[in-house]
């Protein structure tokens, strides 16, 4: 239990986490402070004066929130005429050469500028000269794209390429009026988190080629989600839309914060990978090679299971945990050999010991702590005298293993997958399924930090649920309260969780409850 202390805020009793500083502090108790160029992943710059806050018998009397730390018996003043008046004078300096654009800016509708005016400020322009004319559409690399016209020099971005990336790329030139963000001379943005910048700034100065101009922000849905990437399940936001006469899209992906997994961020390439989501799904079941009825070809697969003599399971590493536990009831239940062999998602030398890590797969750990063969050799043993391989979801398998690829070849196979590929086009059958974006469960990550994520789009004609093909083809644990019961029966530090208590950060498996006891 952290320690707390008791201050006043506008005369009222508030008890808040000691050791943070004002903004932070205040913001988890319901009341918030604006600012423009604090960020909790940033630390406090107080070049943007907005945040400053009376303190009663204070020295000094103005202080700036970002910079004051939370003290037993502190009496700090919000709504006191002078703070009023230093809010309304921010304002005006920030407003004057911004230019009213919000119809056609990307950050209308989530833009700190904006709804600070509207809150703090609601006052007429008392401006009759020209306003300064800065640069727009400026390309800064990583697909990042410069309007300096909107930016209020809050130096998020400049700091997040200097503290976190630690790659420099950005910097504030000139002074007054003239200052501007830009990149320096002969350089562009060169880092795999570049797009970052873009969800640090408070106002539409940062946007992402990607997104520019392709949806207004009151008209998206955001939920809550874990990328699949990689086996670092970093936690986004899933924001879709499903326009009229339409079917439900992503749009994007942004980073949703978790201290035990992300932070703040989100890498670039996991964040653009809302495309596959969206694109190459296998969209009708096909009977060789051609479209099907789902039912014929569920039905035709089901008998192909039956008649197989040495059937062999190809498990996808990047299925959730309640799939993985179900297809290995169904392997038992046909005798079949069941592999996660996997290593062509692996890509040796990506990582970069941060959040983007080796292994492209969300929930390789799972595949261990449940006991599945991952093994080449494993894989390759099996398919030796197999008759037909079953494969659940695995869109790579042999990245240059032509002796593989020869057998599968050669062998009557059954694809249950979300998208369409060489894998599913040589299938004999194959069915199509929900992809993750689609279905909700749970994955474990690289450090061992169990996930829950929940579905975010609904398609017009959505694909079936794994686990309710799974059933149609003979598996008996499918209902999700028989397999939260045996999840915890093969994860050993799930007994006794609670798992409708869930905690939204997720559980670390290797953490016990001695870890936390003192002597």
Not at 111 to 130: E, G, I, K
Not at 272 to 282: A, P, W
């Amino acid at each position: 239990m952290a320690e707390t202390v008791k201050l006043f805020v506008n005369g009222q009793e508030v008890e808040v986490e000691s050791g943070k500083n004002l903004i932070d502090a205040l913001k988890v108790v319901g009341i918030e402070i604006p600012h423009f160029c604090y960020h909790p992943a940033l630390g406090a710059d107080g070049n943007c004066r907005m945040c400053l806050v009376g303190i009663e018998d204070g020295r000094p009397p103005l202080v700036p929130a970002c910079k004051t730390p939370v003290s037993e018996g502190l009496k700090v003043q919000l709504d006191a005429e002078k703070i009023r008046k230093i809010q309304h004078d921010v304002m005006e300096l920030e407003l004057i050469n911004h230019p009213i654009d919000c119809p056609v800016c990307d950050q209308a509708g989530e833009c700190a500028l904006q709804d600070y005016y509207m809150t703090y400020d609601h006052q007429a322009s008392r401006m009759r000269v020209p306003q300064v004319v800065k640069e727009k559409k400026l390309d800064f690399g990583c697909g990042v794209v410069h309007d300096q016209e909107r930016c209020v020099l809050c130096a998020r971005c400049v700091r997040f390429t200097r503290l976190i990336t630690k790659t420099g790329e950005l910097g504030i030139v000139n002074r007054s009026d003239e200052a501007r963000v830009t990149v320096f001379p002969g350089r562009q943005l060169d880092n795999r988190y570049a797009l970052n910048v873009v969800d640090l700034c408070p106002v539409g100065a940062m946007t992402s080629r990607d997104f520019r101009f392709k949806q207004r922000a009151w008209f998206l849905k955001r939920s809550p989600s874990i990328c699949h990437g990689c086996s670092m399940g970093c936690n986004i936001f899933i924001d879709h839309n499903r326009e009229k006469g339409g079917d439900d899209l992503i749009y994007r992906f942004r980073p949703r914060h978790n201290a035990l997994v992300n932070g703040y961020f989100i890498c670039d390439e996991g964040r653009l990978t809302y495309h596959q989501e969206n694109e190459g799904r296998l969209a009708t079941a096909m009977v060789d090679g051609k479209d099907s009825p789902l039912d014929q070809a569920i039905e035709m697969a089901r008998r192909k299971l039956e008649n197989a003599r040495k059937p062999v399971f190809l498990l996808s590493p990047n299925c959730s945990l309640e799939q993985m536990l179900a297809i290995r009831a169904l392997a038992e239940s046909r005798k079949a050999r069941l592999s996660g062999f996997s290593d062509a998602y692996i890509k040796n030398g990506d990582g970069d010991g941060w959040l983007i890590q080796d292994d492209k797969s969300a929930n390789r750990a799972g595949l261990e702590l449940l006991g599945i063969d991952t093994a080449r050799e494993g894989f390759a043993q099996a398919l030796e005298d197999a008759d037909l391989l079953v494969n659940f979801n695995s869109m790579r398998i042999v990245p240059a293993a032509a002796e593989l690829a020869g057998k599968i070849a050669g062998l009557t196979t059954i694809a249950i997958s979300s998208h369409n590929g060489p894998l599913t086009r040589q299938a004999a059958v194959a069915l199509p399924v929900s992809s993750y974006s689609e279905y909700g469960g749970m994955v474990i990550n690289t450090n061992h930090i169990l996930q829950r994520f929940a579905p975010a789009v609904i398609k017009n004609q959505p694909a079936p649920d794994m686990l309710d093909l799974l059933r149609q083809l003979g598996c008996t644990l499918t209902e999700r309260t028989d397999l939260g019961k045996a999840m915890q029966q093969a994860i050993p530090a799930l007994a006794g969780t609670d798992m409708s208590a869930f905690p939204a950060e997720g559980l670390n498996l290797k953490e016990k409850e001695t870890d936390h006891v003192t002597a």
